[in-house]
């Protein structure tokens, strides 16, 4: 009987394959090494193949697709539930095929190479970020056992670390001075590193044209939008603006019976980063929305009169998720003098 769906379970070197037909009985089961995987599918006739999102699998897909087969990348959150009995790569497999044979099945977007290029240079940007903050921490609290307390703020701690290090008497054992000059000196390496990595953002930002329309947006710069292009596939994947904004995290969460529906803080579900970015974007904006005379500062300034302004926040976030699906989705430009206030 020919295959019309497979669940490929993906490892580092021994991949497992499992194939059903069209009356969903199983017509293949074996293992497979890295180095036979492509030859094996551009032998069999194309098919629907469902893989885990997880480490290389966009590599996978791509791969697959290119040799004419209908490849989807599944959650693992929702491949679980399919697994019976104890874990192993032939139920993986197993329940990889049960799952995507699903018509309601979500799917992740298959990224290209740039958008993964795009996604690891915000990672590691990330990544610095948090390094420089930890070290800078733990060098706060060395320096506190010694009775001295710096201002909050990095560019602040910096000054009157060097000042305290250039002072005649500092005060300070001569071991622990040592360690500060060390501090210094990883900092700078962190600075430069992270200045470099935000000049190829800046870069990545110019020359796409997608960065620019979401530039417009308000909340919205050069590290959001580059973060969007790179974390989102298909925009139109998602049915609204609704479904995007659930998809960062930022709808509310429901536990609801019957007649009665409550509403929770919000679900927190999906990317972190990016919802993380699109949060510190809405807060930006609420930091001038006392100067604002538009239809959108009204509604902030309205808010902020019966809500604490971290629930503000996470509503304008929401509105600005809602933008971005619409700009990515529909291909439109933002236009700001929507927003203005009524005559």
């Known amino acids: 009987?020919?295959?019309?769906?497979?669940?490929?379970d993906i490892a580092k070197h021994v991949f497992q394959v499992h194939g059903v037909d069209d009356r969903g009985r199983t017509v293949?089961?074996?293992r497979l090494r890295r180095a036979d995987v492509r030859t094996y599918?551009?032998?069999?006739?194309?098919?629907?193949?469902?893989?885990?999102?997880?480490?290389?699998?966009?590599?996978?897909?791509?791969?697959?697709?290119?040799?004419?087969?209908?490849?989807?990348?599944?959650?693992?959150?929702y491949v679980r539930p399919y697994v019976r009995g104890g874990k192993n790569d032939a139920r993986d497999a197993e329940a990889i095929c049960e799952a995507v044979s699903r018509p309601t099945m979500r799917v992740v977007s298959i990224k290209t190479a740039d958008q993964l290029a795009l996604?690891?240079?915000?990672?590691?940007?990330?990544?610095?970020?948090?390094d420089r903050t930890a070290t800078a921490n733990q060098m706060r609290s060395f320096l506190?056992?010694?009775?001295?307390?710096?201002?909050?703020?990095?560019?602040?701690?910096?000054?009157?670390?060097?000042?305290?290090?250039?002072?005649?008497?500092?005060?300070?054992?001569p071991l622990l001075r040592e360690l500060a000059s060390r501090f210094l000196e990883q900092l700078r390496a962190?600075?430069?590193?992270?200045?470099?990595?935000?000049?190829?953002?800046?870069?990545?930002?110019?020359?796409?044209?997608?960065?620019?329309r979401l530039?417009?947006?308000?909340?919205?710069?050069?590290?959001?939008?580059?973060?969007?292009?790179?974390?989102?596939?298909?925009?139109r994947a998602f049915k609204n603006g609704r479904q995007f904004a659930a998809w960062i995290g930022l709808t509310p969460r429901q536990h609801s019976s019957g007649e009665r529906t409550q509403l929770l803080g919000i679900t927190k579900r999906g990317d972190a980063y990016l919802r993380m970015l699109f949060v510190q974007g809405a807060r930006a904006v609420l930091r001038t929305v006392a100067r604002r005379r538009d239809r959108l500062g009204q509604w902030l300034q309205q808010l902020l009169t019966r809500r604490h302004k971290h629930v503000v926040a996470i509503a304008l976030a929401n509105k600005i998720a809602r933008i971005t699906w619409a700009v990515l989705a529909k291909g439109i430009v933002f236009q700001p003098h929507l927003m203005s206030a009524p005559a």
């Open 41 to 77: 599918f551009a032998q069999i006739e194309t098919c629907l193949i469902g893989i885990e999102a997880c480490h290389s699998s966009h590599y996978w897909a791509r791969t697959l697709a290119a040799l004419g087969h209908e490849v989807r990348l599944i959650p693992p959150q």
């Open 28 to 30: 293949i089961q074996r």
């Open 1 to 8: 009987m020919p295959i019309t769906t497979i669940g490929l």
């Open 215 to 235: 530039a417009e947006v308000v909340g919205i710069g050069p590290v959001i939008a580059t973060a969007v292009v790179g974390t989102v596939g298909n925009a």
């Open 119 to 130: 996604q690891a240079l915000h990672r590691m940007r990330a990544r610095l970020i948090h």
């Open 144 to 173: 506190s056992e010694e009775g001295f307390v710096f201002p909050q703020g990095l560019a602040g701690f910096r000054t009157r670390l060097i000042a305290l290090l250039d002072a005649p008497q500092p005060g300070v054992t």
């Open 190 to 212: 962190l600075d430069e590193w992270i200045d470099g990595l935000n000049a190829q953002l800046r870069q990545a930002f110019s020359a796409d044209e997608t960065c620019q």
